[in-house]
């Protein structure tokens, strides 16, 4: 494994960090067993940084975290992040509520690095301001009880710079791929943390799998014209430890040869060494996917749930996919969503009832309601929606109407 610091004369901290936004899941709870298992494995390959945050799995990433660390006697050989729900922090006296709950979550004394959870304008981090935010972060960091302090960010390239030059953190978590060099932070904003001494964490790096296993055989084509063959993900996180400004590139893990992968990538990269003909590759499929992108939707989640029961993110994918890989697939998948076919919920865009509610929490800015309105009428084909009804009533596979 490879160590960076993220703070000047601090930790050394893996260059590969262990998201725990995306566990493994069995009957749509974690799968715990199999979650500590991978993590485990992580940790004996040298991985040292672990990610969670108070909304992840419904508040079990950091109890499972939690659980990890104390079984395995690892709190002094791990480093833990986790984050403040500045977004849903209405009241001064809620900042210390979440923080202790988190502690207690985690079963631990203290937190080694604290974020503020998706910041996105200067506003959101004045907000916390006005509620004693400053006071909070110089009491805990007296007590030990925060190690060290920064925020993550979803938002335009200018709010970032303000939110960065407004206080003085310590490091800050920015979506940084190479899909986004100019989107949101962007490269403007890792390097002016770099010029200001924040380290930089990066989230999203192959931007919700549409960089790894869900890549266009356009792109698949032309990595393979490379002499060594690597997949889409490996070329993807090569790619941003390349970047000097960069100390932890975290990855959601929860399939075992990705965890590998994903190990092998990190121990092999260091700062400023891809060769000419491997950055040429990486401009030459950054065209290709600009070419055939629809919608920039990341799966982050934020946007969910829906009141009405529309999956965004699903259909996105779906929506997106169409531009990867073809119709056939895509529309079939969308169907399924619409009929409810194969026991599963409908979920489709034809549920949205143009509330808003989720525009308001999308990080990228995408026109939701607009954007579903455009996948519905790509992805909706009643020839196939019949054929498919037909044929799921005749196997008796459709799932009875939610009341
Ligand atoms: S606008 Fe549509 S998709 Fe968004 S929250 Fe409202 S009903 Fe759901
Ligand atoms: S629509 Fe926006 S908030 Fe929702 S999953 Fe996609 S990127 Fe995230």
Not at 145 to 164: M, P, V
Not at 362 to 390: W, Y
Request: proline share 3%; glycine share 8%; hydrophobic share 35%.
């Amino acid at each position: 494994m490879q160590y960076r610091k993220l703070v000047e004369g601090g930790d050394s901290l893996s260059v590969l960090g262990y998201g725990c936004m995306r566990f493994p899941t069995k009957n749509a709870r974690v799968d715990k067993e199999k979650a500590k298992e991978q993590m485990l494995y992580a940790f004996n390959e040298g991985v040292n940084y672990y990610d969670t945050a108070y909304p992840y799995h419904g508040g079990k990433s950091e109890v499972v975290l939690g659980e990890f660390i104390k079984e395995n006697n690892l709190r002094d050989k791990v480093y833990i992040a986790d984050k403040l729900p500045s977004f849903i922090v209405n009241k001064p006296e809620q900042i210390k509520t979440y923080f202790e709950t988190q502690l207690k979550r985690l079963d631990t004394d203290y937190i080694d690095y604290y974020l503020m959870h998706m910041l996105d304008s200067l506003k959101s981090w004045e907000k916390l301001k006005e509620f004693g935010i400053l006071d909070f972060i110089d009491e805990k960091k007296k007590s030990g009880q925060i190690r060290h302090i920064g925020f993550s960010f979803h938002g335009r390239e200018e709010e970032f710079i303000k939110i960065l030059e407004d206080y003085d953190w310590e490091f800050c978590q920015i979506q940084f791929n190479y899909l986004d060099e100019h989107n949101q932070a962007g490269v403007v904003g890792l390097k002016r943390a770099y010029e200001l001494g924040i380290g930089v964490v990066i989230m999203e790096p192959l931007r919700g799998g549409n960089l790894a296993a869900k890549a266009p055989d356009k792109a698949k084509e032309r990595f393979s014209k490379y002499k060594e063959q690597r997949s889409p993900a490996y070329w993807a996180l090569r790619w941003l430890w390349n970047h000097e400004e960069i100390s932890v590139v975290l990855s959601g893990m929860n399939v075992d040869e990705h965890i590998k992968e994903n190990i092998t990538v990190a121990k092999l990269t260091s700062p400023n060494s891809m060769s000419d003909e491997e950055i040429k590759t990486i401009n030459d499929v950054k065209e290709i996917y600009r070419s055939l992108m629809k919608v920039p939707c990341t799966g982050c989640n934020y946007c969910m749930p829906c009141p009405f029961g529309v999956d965004i993110p699903g259909i996105f994918s779906d929506y997106n996919n169409k531009y990867f890989f073809g119709p056939r697939l895509a529309r079939m998948q969308y169907i399924i969503r619409e009929t409810g076919l194969f026991g599963t919920t409908k979920c489709a865009a034809n549920l949205c009832t143009q509330c808003g509610k989720c525009e308001k929490h999308c990080p990228q800015n995408i026109k939701i309601r607009e954007e579903l309105k455009l996948a519905h009428k790509e992805l909706d084909n009643t020839f196939m929606r019949v054929g498919m009804s037909i044929v799921g009533r005749i196997m008796g596979l459709r799932r009875a109407d939610r009341k």
